[in-house]
Each structure stands twice: as C-alpha cells, then as structure tokens.
C-alpha cells in the first residue's frame, strides 16, 4: 500500500518570503512519481511540480522546487517568492504502477502582507 | 491549452435518486480516473478507466456506481441511489501516456449535494 504524510495542516508565509511544504511517503514500488497539485478555493486541482523517482535532480518550475530525498521518503516543495496567488491548500501526491494517485492531507498554506 | 472540463458544475440531489455526472477528458488521453473529495477530507481514488473497461476501482466504488464511455469524448460517473454520505467534489482527470505514470489533469470538479 502507499501512503503520503503531510504534517502541517497550515503554514503561513510573507509575500516575497520563501516557505517549504513538507511530504514524506512510503510505498513498496521502486518506480514512481511524486507530484504537488494546488487547490485553490475556486477547488480546480493544479499542477504545481513532478518528480521522478529515478530522477536525482530535483525538480524546479519557476518559483517552485522540490527537495527530493529517495532514501528518507521524503519530497518537500519550496516557494520562492511567494505571491497572495500562491494561497491555497498544496497537496503532495504519489503514484506507482497502478497509476491511480496517492493524496496526502494537505497543508493549507496564507499568504500575508 | 486543452482541458478537463466537467458538468454541472453543481448538481442537488435527494437522497435514493439516480446522479450522472459528466467529464470530457482531453482529447488524445487514453486513461480516465474519477476522484471524489468530501467536505475537509483529502481525495480519494474511485476508479481508474482504460480501453473502455474499468482497469482498477477502489472499495469504495461500490455496485452503486458505474462509469461509462458512451461515444468517443465523454466519460460519466452514475451513482443509482445516492446516499447522504455521496455528498462530496468529484474529480475526473485524464493523461494519455501508456508506458509510464504521466501528469493527470484534472477538471473543475461537480460538486455533489445529497439531501
């Protein structure tokens, strides 16, 4: 079975600071991808990022990036920069061979001035 | 940019009707998935569609729902007898790769009210 752990329910971060999400996961697959989708309150699921599991270079998208590390099970996002637009609950996501996709809780993240 | 879209985008319901909601998966994706997310909880895998048969579903997708790819570009849920605890978001999302576990890109969402 694979699971995905988000540990903060909320975090909260100036405009312009920089602030990470964390995720841990587990699963028994040796090939996967891990993903964080953003749901804003529109409640529209967004990609933000993905990452290979046989990928050692972490991802980045902009003002997005991942701390990907295979051996502790663990994929946090980090925001530079942030932006009011960044409001809204992050989830990080698993898939593995199945390619149904894993949830974790999510963490809800504001956005202050 | 192609996408996912979903209707209605909202649907009440009484408890015991029939619910049939829609999806239109972007046009060249051959996998469809269908998500639910009640109120404050995290989404849930429902079933997962490929090459016109079910390809996995989870215990909750129960004799109560069904999916169906009647023509060539929708994709619906049917839930018979709706249940007050049916009430949730649900997602569709679609991807096209067959050989790896490629990005899903998900619609809006129907939000579903059981009363």
């Known amino acids: 079975a694979q699971t995905v752990t988000q540990s903060q329910p909320e975090m909260s971060v100036q405009e312009a600071e920089t602030v990470t999400l964390s995720c841990t996961y587990d699963?028994?697959?040796?090939?996967?991808?891990l993903f964080w989708y953003k749901q804003p309150p529109s409640r529209q699921m967004i990609l933000v990022i993905r990452q290979e599991a046989y990928k050692q270079q972490n991802a980045t998208e902009n003002r997005f990036s991942v701390n990907f590390q295979k051996a502790a099970k663990s994929f946090s996002l980090k925001i530079s920069d942030s932006q009011l637009g960044d409001a809204a609950m992050y989830f990080c996501v698993l898939t593995g061979t199945a390619s149904k996709l894993t949830f974790g809780t999510g963490t809800r993240l504001q956005v202050t001035l | 940019e192609p996408e996912v879209t979903q209707t209605p985008s909202h649907q009440v319901t009484q408890m015991g009707q029939e619910v049939i909601l829609r999806c239109v998966p972007i046009?060249?994706?051959?996998?469809f998935y269908w998500y639910r997310q009640i109120l404050g909880q995290k989404v849930e895998f429902l079933v997962s569609?490929?090459?016109?048969?079910?390809?996995?579903k989870s215990e909750i997708f129960d004799d109560q729902f069904s999916v169906e790819r009647p023509d060539g570009s929708n994709f619906t849920l049917k839930i018979r007898s709706t249940k007050l605890e049916d009430s949730a978001m649900y997602f569709c999302?679609?991807?096209?790769?067959?050989?790896?576990?490629?990005?899903?890109?998900f619609g809006p969402g129907t939000r579903l009210l059981v009363l």
């Open positions: 699963t028994s697959e040796s090939d996967y991808y």
């Open positions: 999302a679609s991807r096209w790769s067959t050989g790896t576990r490629e990005t899903q890109y």
């Open positions: 569609f490929y090459n016109n048969e079910i390809s996995e």
């Open positions: 046009s060249n994706h051959l996998y």
